[in-house]
């Protein structure tokens, strides 16, 4: 079975500091994996996705997720938070491969004071 | 920018009510969904589509119905709404074949049944 699994329900930062969002998967075959984002009474939208071409991902607002087999983590990173980043932030796996649909993970809420 | 848009946003009715969440695209994709979202939870699918006249039960049973007569239009229906089904209704859409794992979403239908 696939799953995903994000630590941490909800992490506060500074304005400037570094925004680490952790995300582990198990997937018995090469995983699909994403990042969502989910803005105050918003929808989610599409950071960046991982498809098994380059292990960094760079997404849009500077965020970035590396690929990490050996640990089974694809954790979100930015290096230096802003304000428009508070949100909240979804991993999510695609089972069955290309086609299958998306298993998402409880969610880590971003807080980021001035 | 994404055109999906979901209606009503906000609903407050009472038990034993029948109630539709409207979801339309016009993006022309094949690919719908929808997902049942909580404070602190995964997004749970409910309901996929991969066009016109196909449904599909997602990972979470629900009591809702969905139908799918035309591209654009994937509206949810529930015959007797009870406080459980008091939550978040997220629609989505996605281009079949694209490979791409990026979703669409709507702003979401927050549902209260009293």
């Known amino acids: 079975a696939q799953s995903v699994t994000q630590l941490g329900s909800h992490v506060s930062v500074s304005e400037g500091a570094l925004v680490l969002l952790r995300c582990n998967y198990s997937?018995?075959?090469?995983?699909?994996l994403f990042w969502y984002v989910q803005y105050p009474n918003q929808g989610l939208q599409l950071l960046l996705k991982?498809?098994?071409?380059?292990?960094l991902v760079k997404g849009i607002n500077g965020f970035e997720a590396e690929f990490k087999k050996s640990e089974t983590s694809f954790h979100l990173t930015k290096p230096s938070a802003h304000m428009s980043d508070a949100a909240e932030y979804f991993c999510?796996?695609?089972?069955?491969?290309?086609?299958?649909?998306?298993?998402f993970g409880k969610g880590t809420k971003l807080s980021v004071k001035p | 920018e994404a055109d999906i848009y979901q209606t009503p946003r906000y609903l407050v009715i009472g038990t034993g009510k029948k109630i539709t969440l409207e979801c339309s695209q016009t993006?022309?994709?094949?690919?719908m969904y929808w997902y049942q979202q909580d404070p602190g939870m995964e997004l749970h699918l409910i309901h996929y589509?991969?066009?016109?006249?196909?449904?599909e039960k997602g990972d979470l049973s629900s009591e809702s119905t969905v139908s799918r007569i035309r591209t654009e239009h994937f509206p949810l229906t529930l015959e007797s709404a009870r406080p459980s089904h008091t939550s978040q209704y997220l629609c989505?859409?996605?281009?079949?074949?694209?490979?791409?794992?990026?979703?669409?979403f709507g702003e979401g239908s927050r549902l209260t049944v009293l």
């Open positions: 993006m022309g994709h094949d690919k």
């Open positions: 999510a796996v695609r089972l069955g491969g290309s086609q299958g649909n998306l298993i």
């Open positions: 991982y498809t098994s071409a380059a292990t």
């Open positions: 589509s991969y066009g016109v006249n196909s449904t």
């Open positions: 989505a859409s996605e281009l079949a074949g694209a490979n791409t794992g990026e979703l669409f």
């Open positions: 997937s018995s075959v090469p995983p699909y």
